[in-house]
């Protein structure tokens, strides 16, 4: 018959909590920017009034295109 003390318990309650902490860690995803980014459309060009067959360009003649400005936008905000 196998006996364990409390304190044996307790270690190995620990250790298995532990791992368990350790593994949900490693879920983590680190292309979740760039799915973020397809997910709203952001990786197509697009551009904002003007002509229809015009460049992907903002407001200003030489602005960046608009889905990377509103890109940095969100990164900046922290939404992306």
Do not use: C
């Amino acid at each position: 018959m196998l006996v364990m003390t409390e304190h044996e318990i307790r270690r190995m309650i620990r250790q298995i909590l532990l791992e368990a902490k350790k593994k949900k860690k490693k879920k983590k995803k680190k292309n979740s920017t760039k799915q973020a980014e397809k997910d709203l459309m952001l990786d197509k060009p697009f551009n904002v009034g003007g002509w229809p067959k015009g460049k992907h360009q903002g407001w200003l003649p030489d602005s960046r295109p608009v889905n990377v400005q509103i890109r940095d936008y969100l990164d900046d905000m922290g939404l992306l």
